[in-house]
């Protein structure tokens, strides 16, 4: 190898930038063309060149610059994107709504179907008590709260009357066609209530 001076090899002072070294060692070599111990001879120079800053710098004899050592700093900064935030219901309907399992919904919808099936077949005032009665049930198992049950379960038995016996003087003619009375019909919209009432609210 020459004893050449790697920097005058490449034509570069000794305090030059990475990329003037580069730069000028890419240009000498496209000038070489085709003469391959030229080129042999300025990789060797630009090698020991890189060896000798890698040498510096671990000495702390060269300051390395933040663009190389903080090449986090100059990159764009990703916007972060503000997550989309759920609408939730209002804390006091949260209070109130439940969310059941099939089976927590299917059971009780049987037995105030077979309740409304017994008000078609008797004085439909026992079934009613017996449809108060399960929503009381269903509703204190939930949380354990039994004034809280007892009051949805009046606030549903209210609803459903009030519901059923305007329905059934709409349809007073359809329901004298299906020999079904106005009570009847009331008290099976009222189990209708009281079973949703007893499985989605708590």
Known sequence: MSDINPYEQLGVDEDASFDEIQTAKNQLVEACGSERKQVEALEAAYDAILM????LRQEGKIKVPDRIRFPE????????????????????????????????????????????????VMQPALPLALGICLSIYYLNRKENKFLRATLLTLLGLIVGVVVGTQLAALLQ????????????????VTFVILWLVSSFLR
């Not at 003619?173 to 099976?188: E, G, K, V, Y």
Request: aromatic content about 6%.
């Open 52 to 55: 000798d800053r890698l040498r």
């Open 73 to 120: 700093k100059l990159a764009e900064p990703v916007p972060q994107s503000t997550p989309v935030v759920a609408q939730q219901t209002s804390n006091w309907l949260q209070q109130f709504l439940d969310t059941p399992r099939r089976s927590e919904i299917v059971l009780p919808g049987g037995l105030f179907l077979a309740a409304s099936l017994l008000s078609l």
């Open 173 to 188: 003619p359809q329901l004298s066609a299906l020999s079904l009375t106005a009570d009847s019909f009331a008290a099976i």
